[in-house]
């Protein structure tokens, strides 16, 4: 059977090849009672992809089922490894492009750190719009203004010369018309831009903790190159990021001379790969699942305390496929937004990390392996001795 067409490159249809079940739909949300955990609703994972240029969808997926507002947080910015990892992007922009007095329009603005502080490393003032973003609208002394709402890509939208989207554009039911608009928004100005997503590279090639229900799409290099350039853009450059966890895309219209960067663009040999890690997804899916049941119950039958860290959604959708029974000690997060607070679905209440140097853990289960050496280095400052196991 064969779904819709594809989203990235409109000229294939979309060929099913994995069906994960029921996931979580709200990940982000983290509830304030087990009850109200427990009774979070679920959604249909299934996932297809294009035949030419690898693009991967959730074809089961509900527009309806997710409403984005201030009750989500997916703030990453509580660790020191984003942290460095945002403020090295800022500078790379800053140096990149021309943004001394240009206005940025950031769409999915989370709680607006990175706007924050690309207008002030850059001189820039810009505007930034998300649902989820909590802080005070209006004015901020960085030179952005804040909304908490989605951007309108209408006529109301500020006129910019360079947007920025880090990882929004996967939530979009419509992602190649996002484009499009944007496209349009730009007119005959000079405007450059900056998306950041989850890796498909990395996701459809592992266990997938990071293929979620928020996420609709997923692109690897070449599904991600195929949709900006359809779209009417020209790449400036791509490539992955933070332990390959992410991939970002710079792009233009309306530049004059080459493109910034004289790297090569992703060609058939990186959709082929990409094509090659869907193929055997399903399978290397569900033994992940039954590696991780079976290892907590074996940690446990040792007489062990096992931990996850980490409540984000990788740590969601890992608890909801490997501890559906609850047998884990506890869930620790840096965020103390989600300390004592409910994760959807399972129920597992998050802690304080301190909370370990109490509860005799030999081992600490964590999902992105970009965070290895900030958890370690803190679990030697509170005193903690325990294996570190990456899922």
């Given at each position: 059977m064969t779904g819709p067409a594809c989203h990235a490159c409109g000229a294939a249809?979309?060929?099913?090849?994995?069906?994960?079940?029921?996931?979580?739909?709200?990940?982000?949300?983290?509830?304030?009672?087990?009850?109200?955990?427990?009774?979070?609703?679920?959604?249909?994972?299934?996932?297809?992809?294009?035949?030419?240029?690898?693009?991967?969808?959730?074809?089961?997926?509900?527009?309806?089922?997710?409403?984005?507002?201030?009750?989500m947080d997916t703030n990453l910015h509580h660790s020191p490894a984003f942290q460095t990892f945002s403020a090295d992007l800022v500078r790379h922009l800053a140096d990149r492009y021309p943004l001394k007095g240009a206005t940025v329009l950031?769409?999915?603005?989370?709680?607006?750190?990175f706007?924050?502080?690309?207008?002030?490393?850059?001189?820039?003032?810009?505007?930034?719009y998300d649902a989820m973003y909590a802080g005070p609208a209006g004015e901020d002394p960085s030179g952005a203004v804040f909304h908490s709402t989605h951007a309108p890509?209408?006529?109301?939208?500020?006129?910019?010369?360079?947007?920025?989207?880090?990882?929004?554009?996967?939530?979009?039911?419509?992602?190649?018309?996002?484009?499009?608009?944007?496209?349009?928004?730009?007119?005959?100005?000079?405007?450059?831009?900056y998306i950041e997503v989850p890796d498909a590279c990395y996701d459809l090639a592992t266990a997938g903790w990071e293929v979620i229900y928020p996420h609709v799409s997923y692109f690897d290099a070449?599904?991600?190159?195929?949709?900006?350039?359809?779209?009417?853009?020209?790449?400036?450059?791509?490539?992955?990021?933070?332990?390959?966890?992410?991939?970002?895309?710079?792009?233009?219209?309306?530049?004059?001379?080459?493109?910034?960067?004289?790297?090569?663009?992703?060609?058939?040999?990186?959709?082929?790969?990409q094509l090659a890690s869907v193929a055997g997804f399903a399978d290397r899916h569900h033994a992940e699942r039954d590696h991780w049941r079976t290892t907590i119950d074996r940690l446990i039958a040792e007489?062990?305390?096992?931990?996850?860290?980490?409540?984000?959604?990788?740590?969601?959708?890992?608890?909801?496929?490997?501890?559906?029974?609850h047998r884990l000690a506890a869930v620790v997060d840096v965020n103390p937004r989600k300390w004592g607070r409910y994760l959807?679905?399972?129920?597992?209440e998050v802690t304080d990390p301190a909370t370990l140097a109490e509860l005799g853990t030999g081992s600490v289960i964590i999902t992105n392996p970009a965070y290895r050496k900030e958890i370690t280095a803190t679990l030697r400052q509170l005193g903690v001795s325990a294996q570190l196991l990456v899922a």
């Open positions: 249809e979309l060929v099913p090849f994995a069906d994960l079940g029921t996931i979580p739909v709200f990940c982000g949300v983290h509830w304030a009672s087990r009850d109200e955990a427990l009774a979070s609703p679920l959604g249909d994972m299934r996932l297809a992809y294009c035949p030419a240029c690898a693009y991967v969808r959730n074809v089961a997926f509900d527009p309806a089922a997710l409403v984005y507002d201030t009750t950031d769409v999915g603005c989370g709680q607006g750190e706007l924050r502080e690309l207008c002030h490393v850059s001189g820039a003032h810009g505007h930034g890509l209408d006529d109301s939208t500020p006129a910019f010369d360079f947007v920025t989207s880090r990882h929004w554009f996967e939530h979009l039911d419509d992602p190649y018309g996002f484009l499009v608009r944007l496209r349009e928004l730009a007119g005959d100005r000079t405007v450059y831009g070449y599904a991600l190159r195929t949709i900006v350039e359809r779209a009417g853009w020209r790449i400036e450059a791509t490539g992955p990021l933070f332990s390959g966890m992410f991939r970002f895309v710079e792009f233009s219209v309306n530049a004059d001379g080459p493109p910034r960067s004289d790297a090569p663009l992703p060609d058939t040999a990186d959709r082929d790969r007489g062990d305390r096992p931990v996850l860290w980490g409540a984000g959604s990788r740590g969601v959708q890992f608890l909801h496929l490997a501890d559906p029974d959807p679905v399972t129920g597992h």
